[in-house]
């Protein structure tokens, strides 16, 4: 049962490079997110799917673009990759939005933008 | 605006009770959340309270009040694997999760 992975776990950039983060889940779930979490700030939602085939505009979007063409797969897209893209990213899922959504993560992609 | 905010770092004693506080203000409120996260790994979920009042699970407690913006988590028993970052979210009208930025738990022996 792997749950939520993430791939890959590591990567460095140079500024203007593009690359894809993959994430999937194996528990049917429908709700699925990507956040960034950085030193003394909180995880920020960047992008979040309600469903196959929808996506949404989180709380810092910009930069970023994310595709859910099947149900147990998020993508998340660096189109050109800047240095305040340096961060650690965190896939999550979730199989219902109600009060007591727990959310369960990937281990997080580590990217770093020289 | 939407807030969270807690502590930055927090330093106890092995064996030890430790109270982790979280003051939250959030557009609509479905729930406050407490995850805990271990250095370089991914948070998982450690509670979750909806209305007032203490929720035991184990050595862990979490607490609400929903009049006064305020949650705590309480570690009873602290043990050396307690040392990680707690998150606090609140869930707002929409059940998105605002999250405040982490307490580091630093447990010495």
């Known amino acids: 049962n792997a749950g939520v992975t993430q791939t890959p776990k590591f990567r460095v950039l140079k500024t203007g490079q593009s690359m894809t983060l993959l994430c999937a889940q194996d528990m049917n779930h429908e709700y699925m997110y990507w956040y960034r979490q950085d030193p003394g700030m909180g995880l920020r939602l960047i992008h979040y799917s309600v469903g196959e085939g929808t996506t949404a505009k989180g709380e810092v979007p910009d930069g970023y673009n994310v595709s859910r063409l099947k149900k147990q797969n998020f993508l998340l897209g660096l189109e050109s990759a800047a240095p305040s893209q340096t961060s650690v990213y965190f896939c999550?899922?979730?199989?219902?939005?109600?009060?007591?959504?727990?959310?369960?993560f990937g281990a997080g992609s580590r990217l770093t933008v020289l | 605006g939407q807030n969270i905010d807690q502590p930055t770092e927090m330093t106890a004693t092995e064996g030890a009770i430790v109270q982790i506080n979280c003051t939250y203000q959030?557009?609509?409120?479905?729930?406050l959340f407490w995850y805990q996260q271990h250095a370089g790994e991914a948070p998982t979920f450690l509670s979750y309270?909806?209305l007032d009042g203490l929720e035991e699970k184990g050595r862990f407690s979490s607490f609400l009040s929903r009049s006064k913006g305020y949650s705590y988590l309480l570690l009873k028993e602290l043990q050396m694997k307690d040392s990680a970052s707690y998150l606090c979210?609140?869930?707002?009208?929409?059940?998105?999760?605002?999250w405040g930025a982490g307490t580091k738990l630093i447990i010495k022996p």
């Open positions: 999550a899922s979730t199989p219902v939005i109600s009060g007591a959504n727990v959310l369960t």
């Open positions: 309270n909806v």
């Open positions: 979210a609140a869930a707002d009208s929409n059940y998105q999760l605002i």
């Open positions: 959030t557009s609509g409120f479905n729930g």
